[in-house]
């Protein structure tokens, strides 16, 4: 025997089935309105970037240089290479990489094995150049002095 349904579950039940007949009313209304083609919903965007719906003009187009567009990094100048002086004082020949401290100043500068002598070691004076590396600079193309 089936239970009988109260009052108030009635109630819920059509306001729900109602809500369900609204949204699709929604539903079909804006199908209804969806007039016009993809060219329609096209935005253009301009060289000062408004967006508009006409397309532009090509009678106003611009004709640019590829030499004068400048992607990332600007042009490396020639730059005098200084040598640094400074002596090793830290150098793992199994890893394969070591630190150089400045004779100048208090600094010290990552460099690898794969620029620098293979016959390098603790306590050796260097010659070195300076090269900007991802963690910072480090010490490049290093010759051993007396």
């Known amino acids: 025997m ?7 579950k009635r109630e819920l039940e059509k306001k729900r089935e109602q809500k369900r007949q609204e949204k699709q009313k929604r539903k079909e209304v804006r199908k ?13 965007v301009d060289e000062n970037g408004v967006i508009s719906n006409t397309p532009p003009d090509p009678m106003k187009k ?3 240089e590829i030499e004068n567009i400048a992607v990332s990094t600007p042009k490396k100048e020639d730059v005098e290479e200084v040598l640094q002086k400074g002596r090793v004082e ?14 100048i100043g208090v600094n010290k500068y990552f460099f690898h094995i794969s620029s620098a002598p ?8 260097v010659t070195f150049e300076l090269e900007r590396g991802p963690k910072g600079m480090n010490a490049v193309r290093v010759l051993i002095t007396n």
């Open 32 to 44: 209804a309105n969806v007039s016009g083609s993809f060219d329609d919903m096209i935005a253009y």
């Open 90 to 103: 830290y150098f793992n020949p199994d890893k394969g990489y070591g630190f150089i401290k400045d004779a």
């Open 118 to 125: 293979e016959t390098i070691r603790e306590g050796n004076n």
């Open 62 to 64: 611009q004709e640019i």
């Open 2 to 8: 089936a239970k009988p349904t109260s009052f108030n």
